[in-house]
């Protein structure tokens, strides 16, 4: 991170472990089955994700706070198999939220905020939780 600031070095950092994305990032990109879902500035994305997916994987992230109790959004059904994946939203088969249209329509990739971008048919009227509370 010094070398990023004093030299003006751009770097993609891949991960799993969404603590350390955090800290590390000034934006990130959520992937579901090798497609980017959800793109936004690191504090955006952790205050209120816009794809499902974004908000389930910020349900696991371990509070710092032991007395706070953790919900973490469990994910029902079997990973899609990303050679053959399910028509329409590929996330739709795991999603609470889905609808009709994400069955059968890929949602568009589109700005749904100003520098926060989203694949999703309802990332603008959803109301999803993310990691960090208000």
């Not at 399910?86 to 999603?95: A, E, T, V």
């Not at 939220?97 to 971008?117: L, M, N, S």
């Amino acid at each position: 991170m010094d070398m990023q600031q004093e030299l003006g070095l751009t770097y993609l950092f891949v991960a799993h472990d969404l603590s350390v994305v955090e800290h590390v990032s000034d934006r990130v990109a959520v992937m579901y089955l090798g497609r980017i879902v959800e793109l936004a500035p690191t504090a955006d994305l952790f205050y209120q994700p816009l794809h499902p997916y974004t908000e389930a994987l910020m349900s696991a992230i371990p509070a710092l706070d032991p007395d706070e109790v953790m919900k973490p959004k469990i994910l029902e059904g079997e990973i899609p198999s990303p050679a053959n994946p399910p028509p329409g939203c590929h996330f739709h088969p795991r999603c609470q939220y889905a609808k009709d249209i994400c069955k059968t329509q890929v949602p568009e990739w589109r700005e749904v905020h100003a520098g926060r971008f989203a694949a999703c048919h309802f990332a603008d009227t959803l109301t999803l939780s993310g990691a960090i509370k208000s």
